[in-house]
């Protein structure tokens, strides 16, 4: 698949991310962090194992395959919903996008000093730019970043891992398909998560029986676009363009998810907004590569010519 092709993926992703986050910040304020994740997560396996099986992709995984879905799990679903979905009852939406905005340049870091990878100057002055770019649009929110919270620090734990998981997955990719990957541990985590929360949040099952109707559309939506069809495109953009790549275009994030507050809580988006959007496409073109690509081409068109 061309790169091109790959990345408009990855713009797709972060749209269904981005109108994810405040769809994941209802259901937990309904219903226990860990108890909805779980029953969330197991959905998305159920509807990722489905679309493989219309490929026909689904098979038993060897022996060596296994350890890559239990540490993905652990990492990228366990760790990553457990932290995030706690994070998001204790700290503030504009605190958590800026948090998430982070793993690109977490991921740059991780990337260089596991996998001796080391991204171009242009994509490190990408990903140092759309942070900015992150900044500015989630201060233009207005409501508290300053302090750090143990909401906060889940966040970044949630991050942290989720990046760590991107490794694993890239790793992965040349032994099994990242979307099979993905159904699996989505799976596994999702299995481990409904333990945590019958020993961490007793009783909150019964609560389910009495959610509002609202919530059950936004649970489904989440549960298929957001996670199942959103990590399943976005981890098998990892194995074609690479972890660091891929995580560029996380700054994406923040934009959409403010976007999507905008439509459904009637939040305004100001200047201040719209400069974080430049600042934000801006650094994905360069950090993704995607500007350097344009001018080799161009170089060698004119070298071609002359």
């Avoid at 991780?110 to 140092?128: C, D, E, I």
């Avoid at 690509?293 to 071609?304: A, G, L």
Wanted: with cysteine; net charge positive.
């Amino acid at each position: 698949m061309k790169q091109w092709k790959i990345y408009g993926i990855l713009v797709f992703v972060m749209f269904l991310w981005g109108f994810n986050l405040p769809a994941v910040k209802f259901l937990v304020s309904e219903v226990g962090p860990v108890t909805t994740s779980a029953f969330r997560i197991f959905l998305a396996s159920v509807v990722v194992f489905s679309i493989l099986a219309v490929l026909k992709m689904v098979r038993k995984p060897t022996k060596q395959e296994w350890k890559y879905i239990v540490l993905g799990a652990f990492l990228n679903v366990v760790c990553h919903h457990y932290f995030l979905s706690l994070g998001l009852t204790m700290t503030t939406s504009s605190n958590a996008g800026l948090i998430l905005g982070t793993g690109p340049v977490l991921t740059a870091v991780l990337v260089s000093l596991f996998m001796k990878n080391y991204p171009t100057r242009l994509q490190w002055f990408g990903a140092v730019l759309g942070l900015i770019g992150v900044s500015a649009t989630v201060l233009a929110a207005g409501d508290g970043t300053s302090g750090i919270s143990l909401g906060d620090v889940l966040v970044f734990l949630s991050i942290f891992t989720q990046v760590f998981s991107y490794l694993v997955i890239s790793k992965a990719a040349s032994a099994i398909d990242p979307r099979l990957l993905t159904a699996y541990m989505f799976l596994v985590g999702s299995a481990i998560l409904f333990v945590i929360s019958l020993i961490q949040e007793p009783g909150e099952i019964k609560v389910l029986i009495n959610v509002p109707p609202i919530f059950w559309i936004a649970f489904i939506g989440s549960a298929v676009f957001g996670t199942a069809v959103g990590h399943m495109l976005y981890n098998y953009s990892i194995g074609k363009a690479g972890p660091s790549k891929a995580a560029i275009f996380m700054n994406l994030n923040t934009l959409f998810t403010l976007i999507g507050s905008s439509i459904f809580l009637n939040e305004k988006i100001t200047q201040q907004h719209i400069l974080g959007l430049v600042l934000i496409v801006t650094g994905v073109l360069f950090g993704s590569g995607a500007v350097e690509d344009i001018w080799n081409k161009y170089k060698t068109k004119k070298s071609v010519s002359e």
